[in-house]
């Protein structure tokens, strides 16, 4: 009875450690996913041909800098048409505040175009 009991009590411990974990990998991955989407549509916004934009994809740790009190840096690379049909590279960086939930406001936004 009592190698049943810490039986149960060892697997009790398990679950609830990694369900910790992927509970805060989960949250973290949901807030890049809502960081890297009011990014993209920021810039999107500023393009003159937004249909067109083709987004480089990256992985978290490639492109996000947590800056401390909520606020994030996001930097990443746009292809888009210009005004004359070429293409264009932008090179952009984001710096959001999250403010809870799904609510993000860009701070500022800056690009080097190519």
Same mark, same amino acid.
Request: with cysteine; aromatic share 12%.
């Given at each position: 009875?009592k190698?049943l009991?810490?039986?149960?009590?060892?697997?009790?411990?398990?679950?609830?450690?990694?369900?910790c974990?992927?509970?805060? *990998?989960a949250s973290?991955?949901d807030?890049?996913?809502?960081? @890297? #989407?009011i990014?993209?549509?920021?810039v999107?916004?500023?393009? %003159?041909?937004p249909s067109t934009?083709?987004?480089e994809?990256?992985?978290?740790? *490639?492109?996000v800098t947590?800056?401390?009190?909520?606020?994030? @840096? #996001?930097i990443?690379t746009v292809?888009?048409e210009?005004?004359? %049909?070429?293409t264009?590279?932008?090179?952009?960086?984001?710096?959001?505040?999250h403010e809870?939930?799904?609510?993000w406001?860009?701070e500022?936004?800056? #690009?080097t175009?190519?």
């Amino acid at each position: 009875m009592k190698k049943l009991l810490t039986m149960v009590l060892v697997l009790s411990i398990i679950g609830i450690v990694t369900g910790c974990e992927s509970s805060s *990998e989960a949250s973290v991955d949901d807030s890049y996913g809502d960081l @890297q #989407y009011i990014a993209e549509s920021y810039v999107t916004e500023q393009l %003159g041909s937004p249909s067109t934009a083709k987004f480089e994809s990256k992985l978290y740790e *490639e492109c996000v800098t947590e800056l401390g009190t909520d606020r994030y @840096q #996001y930097i990443g690379t746009v292809n888009a048409e210009n005004a004359f %049909g070429g293409t264009k590279t932008i090179n952009f960086t984001i710096i959001a505040r999250h403010e809870g939930g799904d609510k993000w406001v860009v701070e500022s936004f800056d #690009y080097t175009e190519y």
